[in-house]
């Protein structure tokens, strides 16, 4: 089946709008035999004359009244699918974002965050979802919108990538622990009992790494999936926990943290996010809330 030509849309609009050959043509740059040529096309696909001489004039068939507004409110739809998306109206917005972090991200930045996006859209709904494992098929798929983390071999090399800070590891301990009471040499430091993050083997990390060429190995008493335990059970217990320190601020609050006696290169916050919503106003918008929350 041989499919329409949809250019003819337009050209019937103009036609029935017109009432004349002569002012469609006018209208669309035509000269007036290509409009008659157009016409006949119409009259064809249609199998109605569409137009009829009366006199001096044109007037409409049955059929072409019927199809003027239908074929008008067609080429509005039209124009507006091939036109970008106009800004949207936040106030108005009702929509539920899914942000894939750590819980360290969660607690440090979210109230500031969900405060920030309902400022502009207050029936906005936020869900932060935890990470158990790398790679980016939740944003592939769409099950995620926005992931924040460092950008590493696992990350898709289509996912979008902003970086959102800076951050570096520290030691964080009670306030009663004996590290507490004075700077941690790199010797007293890995003297220490430690909680270990690690969401997989081996079961050693680039605290470790750097520890082993001084000479030295730590103490690792208990191993946990995330930050928030980590902080936790050092909370409670003589544990050291080694954590991001702006990613777990609001995690490690009321507790000694100091910097490390050893060498850790610094680590960069990103988000990302898939390139099929890179034209989604209310997902720019999105992203925007979260770099500005997070450089605050």
Same mark, same amino acid.
Request: hydrophobic share 45%.
């Given at each position: #089946? ?17 009432? +004349? ?12 035999? *290509?409009?008659?040529? !157009? ?9 109605? &004359? ?5 006199g001096s004039a044109l007037v409409p068939s049955p059929r072409a009244l019927e199809l003027r507004d239908r074929v008008a409110q067609l080429v509005r739809d039209a124009d507006a699918v091939l036109k970008p998306a106009h800004?949207?109206?936040l106030s108005q917005l009702s929509r539920t974002f899914t942000l894939l972090c750590s819980d360290g991200f969660a607690e440090s930045f979210g109230a500031a965050l969900i405060s920030r996006l309902r400022a502009d859209a207050?029936? =906005?709904?936020?869900?932060? #979802? ?14 995620? $919108?926005?992931?924040?983390? =460092? ?11 902003? /970086?959102?800070?800076? $951050? ?15 700077? &941690?040499?790199?010797?007293?430091? /890995? /003297? *220490?009992? %430690? ?14 790494? !750097?520890?082993? /060429? ?15 335990? !980590? ?9 050291? @926990? ?13 507790? %000694? @943290? ?7 290169? !610094?680590?960069?916050?990103? #988000?990302?996010? %898939?390139?099929?919503? $890179?034209?989604? @106003?209310? %997902? ?10 997070? +450089?605050?």
């Open positions: #089946m041989s499919q329409p030509d949809l250019n003819l849309l337009l050209t019937l609009d103009v036609l029935l709008a017109e009432g +004349s050959v002569a002012a469609a043509a006018r209208r669309l740059q035509l000269s007036p035999s *290509a409009m008659s040529r !157009a016409l006949a096309r119409l009259r064809e696909a249609t199998g109605d &004359p569409l137009l009829v001489r009366a800004a949207p109206d207050p029936a =906005v709904r936020l869900r932060f #979802m935890q990470k158990v494992r790398k790679g980016s098929t939740p944003l592939r798929d769409g099950s995620v $919108d926005l992931e924040t983390g =460092v950008v590493g071999t696992s990350t898709s090399p289509e996912i979008r990538t902003r /970086a959102l800070f800076e $951050d570096r590891f520290v030691g964080v301990v009670r306030q009663e622990h004996p590290l507490a009471q004075r700077l &941690p040499d790199a010797r007293d430091y /890995a /003297a *220490a009992s %430690h909680v270990l993050v690690s969401r997989r083997a081996p079961d050693r990390g680039v605290v470790d790494d !750097a520890l082993e /060429a001084l000479g030295l190995q730590r103490d690792i008493a208990v191993i946990v999936s995330g930050f928030g335990p !980590a902080i936790a059970l050092a909370r409670a217990t003589d544990l050291v @926990a080694t954590v991001p320190e702006r990613h777990t601020r609001a995690l490690h609050e009321g507790m %000694h @943290a100091f910097p490390l006696p050893v060498d850790i290169p !610094a680590i960069t916050l990103s #988000m990302l996010w %898939h390139p099929r919503m $890179d034209g989604d @106003a209310t %997902h720019t918008w999105l992203r925007t809330c979260v770099r500005e929350t997070c +450089s605050l």
